[in-house]
């Protein structure tokens, strides 16, 4: 393995994150926080820093060791759906369950699906929080949807909006910073989790045609698709790997393998949130600076 994940290591920009947590207590919520549930733990530290005290927040998927693609909710898990007085969902089948389950026992529950918020087609590259405009957006209809269930905690839940895209800053810097510094550089990918990050960073895809197509459908690549990616890369035709720790197999492994004997670097990326994470933008800025190491930015 290459360069390993330094969670925490936000130094140059984090500060900005943490410090109007840390200058004051955070103000209690005016009036009676309110059950809410969210699929998966992406999206779910999300409304937890948007609702704040005036939210509890239950998340089915909690860790990144699984793969939610393919989740069966367990009876403890569908309970909370029907407890909750909001929801929030990815969407566009990702969690699929998700919608089952408030469907069959909280069919009135308000929901926030970051694919209809985002008016994406079915069909298309399901991982949204890995788009930044997708995210803001999704925040912003979680908060709407916050202040019009609990009117009494209008400013309150303003203040956290402000709060957490005071957070994002760091998030939005790393963009920028790939962007100028990294244009016209390229990368493979064992699975499209990254994609829209890597195309707002201004990267090109190389991922040979056949493998994306055989994995967007979740099927195998046939071995001709493989052999064309493992020879790109012992070419040294992409910058970097873009390698998904939470779909692991032996075909996304021998592709990390090839890279490796390549000198490709590897960036290592997960589906859902890892538990040593504290924050989604700590998450994402830590990938990030990975991804400008490996592109030989700082
Ligand atoms: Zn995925």
Redesign the pocket.
Do not use: R
């Given at each position: 393995m290459g360069a390993a994940l330094v969670l925490g290591a936000t130094a140059c920009s984090g500060d900005t994150a943490t410090s109007s947590s840390s200058d004051l207590p955070a103000p209690d919520c005016p009036t009676t926080a309110i059950p809410i549930t969210v699929s998966v733990n992406q999206w779910g530290n999300i409304v937890e820093q948007l609702a704040g005290k005036c939210g509890t927040v239950s998340t089915v998927i909690a860790s990144a060791t699984g793969?939610?693609?393919d989740y069966e909710p367990g009876t403890g898990d569908i309970a909370k759906f029907t407890n909750a007085q909001m929801v929030v969902v990815n969407g566009m089948g990702?969690d699929e369950w998700a919608s089952k389950a408030i469907d069959a026992n909280n069919p009135d529950v308000d929901v926030v699906s970051a694919a209809k918020v985002n008016n994406v087609a079915d069909g298309a590259n399901?991982?949204l929080w890995y788009n930044p405009t997708y995210v803001t957006a999704t925040a912003n209809a979680i908060t709407a949807q916050l202040k019009s269930l609990v009117p009494a905690a209008d400013s309150y839940f303003d203040q956290q909006q402000t709060d957490f895209n005071t957070a994002m800053e760091p998030y939005f810097a790393e963009i920028s910073k790939i962007n100028t510094g990294a244009s016209g550089k390229t990368y493979g990918a064992t699975?499209?989790?990254f994609d829209y990050m890597a195309a707002a960073c201004g990267l090109t895809d190389l991922t040979p045609k056949g493998y994306q197509n055989a994995t967007e459908n979740e099927s195998d690549p046939a071995p001709g698709d493989i052999t064309a990616f493992d020879k790109d890369l012992t070419a040294k035709k992409m910058d970097v790997l873009i390698y998904?720790t939470?779909?692991e197999g032996s075909i996304p492994n021998q592709l990390k393998a090839t890279a490796e004997s390549a000198d490709v670097p590897v960036v290592n990326v997960t589906?859902t949130m890892p538990a040593e994470a504290t924050t989604f933008q700590q998450w994402q800025v830590s990938q990030l600076q990975e991804l400008s190491q490996a592109l030989g930015l700082s």
């Amino acid at each position: 393995m290459g360069a390993a994940l330094v969670l925490g290591a936000t130094a140059c920009s984090g500060d900005t994150a943490t410090s109007s947590s840390s200058d004051l207590p955070a103000p209690d919520c005016p009036t009676t926080a309110i059950p809410i549930t969210v699929s998966v733990n992406q999206w779910g530290n999300i409304v937890e820093q948007l609702a704040g005290k005036c939210g509890t927040v239950s998340t089915v998927i909690a860790s990144a060791t699984g793969d939610p693609h393919d989740y069966e909710p367990g009876t403890g898990d569908i309970a909370k759906f029907t407890n909750a007085q909001m929801v929030v969902v990815n969407g566009m089948g990702y969690d699929e369950w998700a919608s089952k389950a408030i469907d069959a026992n909280n069919p009135d529950v308000d929901v926030v699906s970051a694919a209809k918020v985002n008016n994406v087609a079915d069909g298309a590259n399901p991982h949204l929080w890995y788009n930044p405009t997708y995210v803001t957006a999704t925040a912003n209809a979680i908060t709407a949807q916050l202040k019009s269930l609990v009117p009494a905690a209008d400013s309150y839940f303003d203040q956290q909006q402000t709060d957490f895209n005071t957070a994002m800053e760091p998030y939005f810097a790393e963009i920028s910073k790939i962007n100028t510094g990294a244009s016209g550089k390229t990368y493979g990918a064992t699975e499209g989790v990254f994609d829209y990050m890597a195309a707002a960073c201004g990267l090109t895809d190389l991922t040979p045609k056949g493998y994306q197509n055989a994995t967007e459908n979740e099927s195998d690549p046939a071995p001709g698709d493989i052999t064309a990616f493992d020879k790109d890369l012992t070419a040294k035709k992409m910058d970097v790997l873009i390698y998904n720790t939470q779909t692991e197999g032996s075909i996304p492994n021998q592709l990390k393998a090839t890279a490796e004997s390549a000198d490709v670097p590897v960036v290592n990326v997960t589906e859902t949130m890892p538990a040593e994470a504290t924050t989604f933008q700590q998450w994402q800025v830590s990938q990030l600076q990975e991804l400008s190491q490996a592109l030989g930015l700082s």
